[in-house]
């Protein structure tokens, strides 16, 4: 819900959508550094670890949004530019 409040999300407007002010932000930090290193899309622990500054937090989950969000096209272009990763073809 973070990534919605914060524009992040195509088609959703900004506003507000949840509480976790903890939650929106390691979500919001994931999409800056898929990013600057679109190859750490491969290693979802090492994203989610970089994310929240901790290797003892789980993810819940989160990191799977992120990711599908990102790799269906659903992350809003203006936070990528021309370097939106795209899933590899299986």
Not at 31 to 60: I, T, Y
Not at 61 to 67: A, E
Request: proline letters at 3%; glycine letters at 6%; one cysteine or more.
């Amino acid at each position: 819900m973070g990534l919605c409040e914060e524009g992040y999300v195509k088609g959703v407007p900004t506003g507000n959508y949840t509480k976790s002010k903890k939650n929106k932000s390691y979500a919001t930090k994931a999409v800056r550094l898929l990013k600057e290193k679109p190859s750490r899309a491969d290693n979802k622990k090492q994203l989610w670890n970089k994310a929240c500054g901790s290797k003892n937090k789980k993810h819940n989950s989160q990191m799977d949004v992120v990711l599908a969000l990102m790799h269906n096209d659903f992350i809003n272009q203006r936070f990528f530019g021309a370097s939106l990763p795209r899933k590899k073809s299986q």
